[in-house]
């Protein structure tokens, strides 16, 4: 069904849109917001982000403009936003942050041949193994860095530190790393 096909179901018929909608892009949707949030303690937080992505939609459907992007764009646009939101939420309650192997790996699989798949999954296990024994605080400052771009001065304001305590620590963190993966010093 066509963008336009489908917005004028959505609303001449709620509920048929919706259902439309939902069976062309929930996988998308859903891939968009648990890529976003791997880590296993959201998992309650990605079907919601899920469902509230859609209701969204709905909702903002008389602000849609078909002529600025399509449906697609604009509800996978939704969702990067609403996983933001609920990353964002849980940085202000102060939640802890965990990199599971088993988080990461729920990505859907792209075009890459198998044997690069196998090769990717074990180099992930072996990063993530490596991150989780350095160890906190330099696990959570790696982490919430690098895994979910938060800046420097936030982790030192959320951990108690010094910005450059934080950035010391990053530095001797990834020297760590490196050796630990086989990487060149530099």
Do not use: W
């Amino acid at each position: 069904m066509n963008d336009t096909a489908l917005i004028k179901l959505i609303r001449r018929s709620p509920d048929k849109g919706l259902s439309a909608l939902m069976d062309d892009y929930l996988g998308l949707v859903h891939s968009i917001i648990r890529g976003r949030l791997q880590d296993p303690s959201f998992r309650q937080d990605v079907e919601e982000a899920v469902a509230d992505t859609f209701t969204e939609f709905y909702r903002s459907i008389d602000l849609y403009d078909l002529s600025k992007g399509s449906v697609k764009g604009y509800i996978c646009t939704i969702a990067r936003r609403r996983a933001a939101q609920v990353y964002k939420r849980r940085l202000r309650d102060g939640s802890p942050l965990s990199l599971d192997e088993a988080g990461a790996e729920n990505r859907p699989a792209d075009a890459a041949s198998f044997d690069e798949e196998l090769i990717r999954g074990e180099q992930k296990h072996a990063l993530f193994s490596a991150i989780n024994d350095l160890g906190d605080p330099d696990r959570e400052i790696v982490i919430r860095k690098y895994y979910f771009e938060e800046p420097s001065k936030s982790i030192a304001q959320r951990l108690g530190m010094s910005v450059s305590a934080v950035d010391t620590r990053t530095h001797r963190a990834l020297k760590k790393l490196r050796t630990v993966l086989g990487g060149q010093e530099q």
